[in-house]
T-cell receptor, first 112, second 111 residues
Framework: DTEVTQTPKHLVMGMTNKKSLKCEQH?????MYWYKQKAKKPPELMFV???????INESVPSRFSPECPNSSLLNLHLHALQPEDSALYLC???????????FGPGTRLLVL | GESVGLHLPTLSVQEGDNSIINCAYS??????FIWYKQESGKGPQFIID?????DKRQGQRVTVLLNKTVKHLSLQIAATQPGDSAVYFC??????????FGTGTSLTVIP
């Protein structure tokens, strides 16, 4: 299994909603990542988990809250988002940090 | 500052021709480079990588060249096919916790 899966594929939420994005991998990778990607732009790193511990937070607003329940799962909890947070949210994993990252298909988020 | 730039934001090639996508980086401490392909509506897909102790690496129809003297990375795609149409990103690690994506080149293959 060389796949990173993400759910849901699409999400529409209001600014007062709370929702969560989920990511799963069964490759035994110990590093997992969240990225945000706007149209026609490269992915921007948000968070890195290494061995289930948060190792990088790229100054992301607190309305985004990551969670790594175990080595295979990564969540991104969303609360009180703004319309400018609308984007494609990508999850990735790698054997360890500084190894090749493998990406999921992303969740396309629209905040109204 | 750090920059990972691409010389051409868009590239159009005829089907069957070879494609060359370029990427420049500014920090000589960079030691691991990756090329990704991103098709519309999908996540980036790993194509090929190269470490700083190498100058060239070949895969299936793709070759990555690294010129550390001028801090330049290129991706060559042989016999380009319509399925190669996508945005291509270079990315690199610079030790520690630093990982960067380039701005991307949009490749269009003309049948």
């Amino acid at each position: 299994d060389t796949e990173v899966t993400q759910t849901p594929k699409h999400l529409v939420m209001g600014m007062t909603n709370k929702k969560s994005l989920k990511c799963e991998q069964h490759m035994g990778h110990r590093a997992m990542y969240w990225y945000k990607q706007k149209a026609k732009k490269p992915p921007e790193l948000m968070f890195v988990y290494s061995y289930e511990k948060l190792s990088i937070n790229e100054s992301v607003p607190s309305r985004f809250s990551p969670e790594c329940p175990n080595s295979s799962l990564l969540n991104l909890h969303l609360h009180a988002l703004q319309p400018e947070d609308s984007a494609l949210y990508l999850c990735a994993s790698s054997q360890k940090f500084e190894e090749t990252q493998y990406f999921g298909p992303g969740t396309r988020l629209l905040v109204l | 500052g750090e920059s990972v730039g691409l010389h051409l934001p868009t590239l159009s090639v005829q089907e069957g021709d070879n494609s060359i996508i370029n990427c420049a980086y500014s920090n000589s401490a960079s030691d691991y480079f990756i090329w990704y392909k991103q098709e519309s509506g999908k996540g980036p897909q790993f194509i090929i990588d190269i470490r700083s102790n190498m100058d060239k690496r070949q895969g299936q129809r793709v070759t990555v060249l690294l010129n550390k003297t001028v801090k330049h990375l290129s991706l060559q795609i042989a016999a380009t096919q319509p399925g190669d149409s996508a945005v291509y990103f270079c990315a690199f690690f610079r030790g520690g916790n630093q990982f960067y994506f380039g701005t991307g080149t949009s490749l269009t293959v003309i049948p």
